[in-house]
């Protein structure tokens, strides 16, 4: 009886070594297999995606200053522009060709109209006829 328990311990403590060694291999393969991973995140980062291509055509002119900014825009057809004024006191964005047409706007409020038809689009604002812009719209 006393040398099968011993016979039993010896298994156990060879099965104990072979687990240790076992352990020790895969923790030396996944540190090879993580430094071939970053290997592959440092390609990944040179297929970032163009800043170009979104289809949400949108800009934003600030009104501030007694000034548009940018006072000349060129955009694709399609696109809405969103006049926004931060300035303190209340402008309002006129189409010289009666195209669009906004109300006063306090400061931190928005006008926009979408740009359809190629052209361009010379605009001031009614209270200070000084202050004028343009909107290029390209095919
Ligand atoms: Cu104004």
């Not at 011993?6 to 923790?27: E, G, K, P, R, Y």
């Not at 209270?127 to 909107?135: A, D, F, L, N, V």
Request: charged share 20%; glycine share 8%; aromatic share 10%.
């Amino acid at each position: 009886m006393r040398r099968i328990t011993t016979s039993q311990f010896v298994d156990f403590t060879w099965s104990a070594v072979a687990l240790v060694v076992i352990v020790a291999a895969m923790t030396i393969g996944g540190a090879s297999a993580s430094s071939g991973s970053e290997h592959g995140g440092a390609s990944g980062m040179v297929q970032a995606p163009s800043a170009d291509t979104s289809p949400d055509l949108a800009v934003e002119v600030k009104i501030d200053n007694f000034a548009f900014t940018p006072g000349v825009i060129t955009v694709k057809s399609g696109t809405r522009v969103t006049w926004i004024n931060r300035d303190d006191i209340p402008h309002t964005v006129d189409s010289t060709q009666g195209k669009f047409k906004s109300a006063a706007m306090d400061t931190d409020d928005k006008f926009d109209f979408r740009f359809t038809e190629p052209g361009e689009y010379p605009y001031y604002c009614r209270m200070h006829p000084k202050m004028t812009g343009k909107i290029v719209v390209q095919p």
